[in-house]
T-cell receptor, first 118, second 111 residues
Framework: ETGVTQTPRHLVMGMTNKKSLKCEQH?????MYWYKQSAKKPLELMFV???????ENNSVPSRFSPECPNSSHLFLHLHTLQPEDSALYLC?????????????????FGPGTRLTVL | QKEVEQNSGPLSVPEGAIASLNCTYS??????FFWYRQYSGKSPELIMS????GDKEDGRFTAQLNKASQYVSLLIRDSQPSDSATYLC???????????FGKGTKLTVNP
């Protein structure tokens, strides 16, 4: 069983709805990530939080808004989404080394939220 | 954008054969490399990590890294039907904490 949990597992929403995805990690990691996985495309990194600060925003539209209140929890707030935003949204966590040469430890993924936008 | 390239497959092998999955990457300064397995409808799970040139073995899995050729591979010995999945190659982009994924290779092991 993964140490990273995500809720809900499935979500269907209309384009005018507002919803939030939740991720929680129980691994003592200090970095958390949101990825989007669409059919026939590579996993796309959306956001990275390291020590609760956002360090990466990969040109993601503003209709996706992340929130990281502490090192164990990560949210993705959704509003006015488009049908092309339908995808599997994956959360991951890892331990990142600080400073120096950097380096990312292994990322562990949650089970994902299958999002359908009507 | 640094790229990670994989043959999308599908790759079909008979049960008991060796499956060979290949990956090339464009960022010369990458130092960390990972193979993930993803079953249909599930999230990726780590199979192997490799950081140094050469081979790294873990059970039926062997990862091979050649930094000069910017090439990393995964060999699966004695392939089983339960190995049927999509295998994702991932590379940490040099100078950042960003993990870049390939599109994945779909492997089917036929009984």
């Amino acid at each position: 069983e993964t140490g990273v949990t995500q809720t809900p597992r499935h979500l269907v929403m209309g384009m005018t709805n507002k919803k939030s995805l939740k991720c929680e990690q129980h691994l003592g990691h200090n970095a958390m990530y949101w990825y989007k996985q669409s059919a026939k495309k590579p996993l796309e990194l959306m956001f990275v939080y390291s020590l609760e600060e956002r360090v990466e925003n990969n040109s993601v539209p503003s209709r996706f808004s992340p929130e990281c209140p502490n090192s164990s929890h990560l949210f993705l707030h959704l509003h006015t989404l488009q049908p092309e935003d339908s995808a599997l949204y994956l959360c991951a966590s890892s331990t990142q080394s600080s400073g120096g040469a950097g380096g990312t430890d292994t990322q562990y993924f949650g089970p994902g939220t299958r999002l359908t936008v009507l | 954008q640094k790229e990670v390239e994989q043959n999308s497959g599908p790759l079909s092998v008979p049960e008991g054969a060796i499956a060979s999955l290949n990956c090339t990457y464009s960022d010369r300064v990458s130092q960390s490399f990972f193979w993930y397995r993803q079953y249909s409808g599930k999230s990726p799970e780590l199979i192997m990590s490799i950081y140094s040139n050469g081979d790294k073995e873990d059970g039926r899995f062997t990862a091979q890294l050649n930094k000069a050729s910017q090439y990393v591979s995964l060999l699966i010995r004695d392939s089983q039907p339960s190995d049927s999945a999509t295998y994702l190659c991932a590379v940490v982009q040099g100078g950042s904490e960003k993990l870049v994924f390939g599109k994945g290779t779909k492997l089917t092991v036929n009984p």
